[in-house]
Every structure is written in structure tokens, then in C-alpha cells.
Nanobody, 120 residues
Framework: QVQLVESGGGLVQPGGSLRLSCAAS????????MGWYRQAPGKQRELVAT??????NYADSVKGRFTISRDNAKNTVSLQMNSLKPEDTAVYYC???????????????WGQGTQVTVSS
């Protein structure tokens, strides 16, 4: 069994900052990549940022404002979000591209999501 648990969401004013964290636990053989997606009401889930073996990738809408980091030893990924805008309001989902114990297959596992609301 593999679990990803997010924390750190909340309400923040425009221009403010939040830090999201996600911890993967359970029987994990190897993690290839971790990252964040988000889904706003009425919209499709979209990529925010990913990190794999030190290589990062960001959506154009968050470049220069968000920073993703990973602690391989702890199986955690974080997302530092600065200069937040109302359009960043969404449920943020953590994912891990990994192989779990007892399996030969690599697949994505998802967290339950954490709400980020940017509003004055």
C-alpha cells in the first residue's frame, strides 16, 4: 500500500505565499518523479510542477513564482508558492511516479488534494 499525504494549503491574500508539502509512505521500491497538479472549479486538472532526478518542469503560468523541491531520503516533495494570484486558487494534488513493493510496474499515485484559495 502506498499513500501520499499533502499539507500546507489554506487561504492567503493576493501577493502572499504558501508552502505545500507531500509525503509518500508505504512499501515503495523506487520513485522516479514527484510533482503537483491542480484543478480549479469547472476546469481540467493541469500540471503545476514536476521534479525528477534534479530536473524540474513548471507550467508557464507559475514560472518564476513557484519552486518545487524534493527530499529523496524522506520521499517528500514541496512546492513553495510566492506572489500568489487569485487564478492560482484550486485544489492542489501531489503525485508520485513510482514502483511499489511487490510490483514490477511503474505508475502514478495521487494524494487526496489540498485546497489553496487566494483572495482578499
Amino acid at each position: 500500500q502506498v499513500q501520499l499525504v499533502e499539507s500546507g494549503g489554506g487561504l492567503v491574500q493576493p501577493g502572499g505565499s504558501l508552502r505545500l508539502s507531500c509525503a509518500a509512505s508505504g512499501s515503495i521500491v523506487s520513485i522516479y518523479a514527484m510533482g503537483w497538479y491542480r484543478q480549479a472549479p469547472g476546469k481540467q486538472r493541469e500540471l503545476v510542477a514536476t521534479i525528477a532526478t534534479g530536473i524540474t518542469n513548471y507550467a508557464d503560468s507559475v514560472k518564476g513564482r513557484f519552486t518545487i523541491s524534493r527530499d529523496n531520503a524522506k520521499n517528500t516533495v514541496s512546492l513553495q508558492m510566492n506572489s500568489l494570484k487569485p487564478e492560482d486558487t484550486a485544489v492542489y494534488y501531489c503525485y508520485g511516479d513510482l514502483v511499489r513493493g511487490g510490483s514490477s510496474y511503474r505508475r502514478n499515485y495521487w494524494g487526496q488534494g489540498t485546497q489553496v484559495t487566494v483572495s482578499s
